[in-house]
C-alpha cells in the first residue's frame, strides 16, 4: 500500500491541487495502461502530449494526475501535482514506489557511444564468475542474476527500472550493471538512482536527429558524470577527446583509463589476431578470447570498474582471460569451407570503421573481405552516407541492403547511403533490398578463407518493416547459407 504523499518524496512540485493522503495502486504514464486507483504521469513526448490523455485517465480510474500544466477543468475528488518536469517526477515517483531499491546493490552506469553493452555485459560475466549475484540491463537483455528478462530499451523507463532493481533485491543481487543510453538520461530514465559509479567509453557520431548538435549530445552524457555522489566513482577513457571533459564537473571520484595516455589503468597490445588479444596491462600481460583494438579499451575498462569495486587485481586477470564473447559484438565462426563470418552490431560510422579496421589488421589481404550492411530507417540520416563510404572504402566488396527499414522505403535508405559511396569504390558495391537474400549473395560469392562481415543488426533477432516485426536472426542465417552453399 502506497500513500501519494510518500511517492512524491524529492519531487519538485510547484503546486497541488487536491489532497496527498490518497492511497494509491500503481504509476503510469501511458492512459491506456490506467486502472483503478492508479497515478497518472502526463509526459509530453516527441510524437504525441500525455496531457492530452489526462481526461481519459481520469475516466479509466486515476485518482492523482502528475502534470506540469493544470488542465482548464479540474474534477473533484482528483489530485493535481503540477511539476517542472513530468519525466524527473515519474523517476523520483518510481523510485520512491519501489524503496529506493538502487541504495540496496551497487549500481554502476556505463555511458558512451559504443562499447556500453560490451563492456556492461563483461562486468556481469565477471563478477558471475567471481561468486556474485549480479544483475543487468542492456541492449540485449535484463538479466536478475540468472533469470533472463526481454527488453526493448537500452536502457528503459524509470518505472521498468526501478522495478527491475527491486527484483534484484529481492534475489538479493549485490552488483548490477547498466547502459546508460543518451536518451535515457536526457528523458531523466537515470535519475533519482544511487550510483555507486559510472563508466565513459567513447563518443563519436551518433543520434544526431534527437540531439541537436555533437556539443548537445555530449553534455547529456557528461551530465549523467555531473550528478555522480562524491562518494561514487568515475572511470573514463582519456584517448577519447571528451574523456576529460566527463570529469570536469563531477564531485565522484575521478579514475582514467587509456592505450596511448598516461592514465590509472593502461595497457598495450602486444598481439592482435583471431586467436584474442595480448595485453600488457599495467606491468602484467593478459590474454583474451576478445578481437581488436576497441576490445582492448572494453577490457580496461572493466579491469578498472572491477579494481575499484574491491576485485583481487590476480583474481580479474585471471577472469578476464575466461570471458566470451558478447553476443552480436564480433561474434564468429569459421566454416567448413574455411570461411570466416562475422556478425556485428555496428550500427554507427564508427563502430563500422573500428570493426573494418580489425578485420584488415587481422587478415592476410590475399582474401575478399565481404561487408553486408544496411542503415535504419526513422533513425539518424546523416549516418547514411557516412557508413557506405567507410563500407566501401574498407572492404573489397560491399552489398548495400536493408536494417529495420521501420516506416521508410527500404530503397530510399540504400540511396542515400549510396550518395556516400566515392566514385572509384562504386564498382565494389551491389545493392539488394531484401537482407536474407544479400546474405545468401555474399555466401555465394565468398570462396575459401574469404571473410563475411554482417553489420547493423548484431544480436537483434529481428526485423522490423512498416511497424512488423518479422524473425531475422543475421547469425543463423548466414550460418545455415554457409552449410547449404557448402562447396
Ligand atoms: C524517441 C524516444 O526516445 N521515445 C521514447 C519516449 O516516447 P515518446 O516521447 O515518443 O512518447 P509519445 O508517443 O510522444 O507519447 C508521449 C506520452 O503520452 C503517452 N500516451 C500516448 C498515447 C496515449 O494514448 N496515451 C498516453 O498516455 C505516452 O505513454 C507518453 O508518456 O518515451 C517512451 C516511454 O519511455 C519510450 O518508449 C520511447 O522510446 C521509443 C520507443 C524509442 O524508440 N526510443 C529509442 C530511440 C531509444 O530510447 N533508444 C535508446 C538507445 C539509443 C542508443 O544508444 O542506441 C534506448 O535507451 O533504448
Ligand atoms: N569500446 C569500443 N569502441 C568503439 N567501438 C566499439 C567498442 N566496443 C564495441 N564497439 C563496436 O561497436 C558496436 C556496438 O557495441 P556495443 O553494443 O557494445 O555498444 P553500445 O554502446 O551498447 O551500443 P548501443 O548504443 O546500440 O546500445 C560493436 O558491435 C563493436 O563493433
Ligand atoms: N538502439 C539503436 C539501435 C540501432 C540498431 C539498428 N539495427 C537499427 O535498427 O537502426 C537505435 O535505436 O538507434
Ligand atoms: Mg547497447
Redesign the pocket.
Known amino acids: 500500500m502506497k500513500v501519494l504523499k510518500d511517492i512524491l518524496y524529492k519531487v519538485n512540485i510547484n503546486a497541488v491541487v487536491g489532497s496527498t493522503n490518497s492511497v494509491v495502486n500503481k504509476i503510469e504514464?501511458?492512459?491506456?495502461k490506467i486502472g483503478d486507483n492508479d497515478v497518472?504521469?502526463?509526459?509530453?513526448?516527441?510524437?504525441?502530449?500525455?496531457h492530452?490523455?489526462i481526461e481519459?485517465?481520469i475516466s479509466d480510474g486515476a485518482i492523482a494526475v502528475i502534470c506540469e500544466v493544470l488542465p482548464d477543468v479540474l474534477e473533484d475528488g482528483v489530485t493535481y501535482i503540477e511539476v517542472t518536469n513530468s519525466n524527473s517526477a515519474l523517476a523520483y515517483m518510481a523510485a520512491n514506489y519501489y524503496e529506493q531499491p538502487s541504495q540496496n546493490l551497487k549500481l554502476v552506469g556505463v555511458t558512451g557511444?559504443n562499447g556500453?553493452t560490451t563492456v556492461t555485459s563483461l562486468l556481469y560475466q565477471l563478477f558471475k564468475k567471481a561468486g556474485y549475484k549480479v544483475g543487468l540491463l542492456s541492449?540485449v537483455k535484463i538479466m536478475v542474476d540468472d533469470t533472463t528478462y526481454k527488453t526493448?530499451?537500452?536502457?528503459?523507463?524509470s518505472l521498468t527500472i526501478n522495478k527491475y532493481l527491486k527484483l534484484m533485491n529481492e534475489a538479493g543481487v549485490e552488483f548490477c550493471f547498466m547502459?546508460a543510453?543518451?536518451?535515457?538520461i536526457h528523458?531523466n530514465?537515470t535519475e533519482g538512482l544511487y550510483f555507486t559509479g559510472g563508466i565513459f567509453t567513447n563518443l563519436s557520431h551518433?543520434?544526431l536527429d534527437?540531439h541537436h548538435s555533437f556539443a548537445e549530445y555530449r553534455d547529456v552524457k557528461k551530465s549523467f558524470f555531473d550528478h555522480l555522489p562524491k562518494e561514487a566513482f568515475a572511470l573514463s577513457n582519456i584517448d577519447d577527446k571528451n574523456g576529460l571533459i566527463m570529469l570536469q564537473n563531477t564531485e565522484a571520484k575521478k579514475y582514467t583509463y587509456a592505450l596511448k595516455n598516461y592514465a590509472d589503468y593502461r595497457a598495450q597490445i602486444l598481439e592482435n589476431d583471431f586467436g584474442g588479444l595480448l595485453l600488457k596491462l599495467n606491468e602484467t600481460e593478459l590474454w583474451t578470447k576478445l578481437i581488436g583494438n576497441f576490445n582492448a579499451y572494453n577490457i580496461l575498462a572493466i579491469y578498472g570498474a572491477a579494481d575499484i569495486l574491491g576485485l583481487e587485481k590476480e583474481e580479474i586477470l585471471r577472469l578476464i582471460s575466461e570471458l566470451d564473447n558478447v553476443s552480436g559484438r564480433f561474434q564468429y565462426f569459421i566454416s567448413d569451407d574455411r570461411i570466416t563470418a562475422i556478425v556485428d552490431y555496428a550500427?554507427t560510422p564508427d563502430a563500422l570503421k573500428n570493426v573494418l579496421d580489425t578485420i584488415n589488421t587481422i587478415r592476410s589481404k590475399n582474401e575478399e573481405l565481404i561487408t553486408v550492411v544496411g542503415c535504419g530507417g526513422d533513425?539518424d540520416k546523416t549516418k547514411r552516407p557516412k557508413m557506405a563510404h567507410i563500407a566501401s572504402a574498407l572492404s573489397t566488396k560491399v552489398i548495400f541492403t536493408s536494417d529495420n527499414p521501420r516506416s521508410e522505403e527500404p530503397q530510399a535508405i540504400i540511396a542515400d547511403m549510396e550518395k556516400g559511396v566515392e566514385p572509384q569504390y562504386f564498382k565494389k558495391t551491389l545493392a539488394i533490398t531484401d537482407r536474407k537474400q544479400a546474405i545468401k549473395t555474399a555466401c555465394q560469392m565468398a570462396q575459401p578463407k574469404d571473410i563475411i562481415l554482417i553489420a547493423g543488426k548484431g544480436h537483434e533477432s529481428y526485423q522490423e518493416i512498416n511497424g512488423q516485426r518479422f524473425d531475422f536472426d543475421d547469425y543463423k542465417i548466414v550460418q545455415e547459407f554457409l552449410k547449404q552453399l557448402q562447396k
Open positions: 504514464f501511458d492512459s491506456r497518472f504521469v502526463a509526459i509530453s513526448g516527441t510524437v504525441t502530449d500525455g492530452k490523455y481519459k485517465a557511444t556500453k541492449t526493448s530499451h537500452t536502457t528503459p523507463d547502459e543510453s543518451s536518451h535515457g528523458q530514465r551518433d543520434h534527437y550500427h533513425r
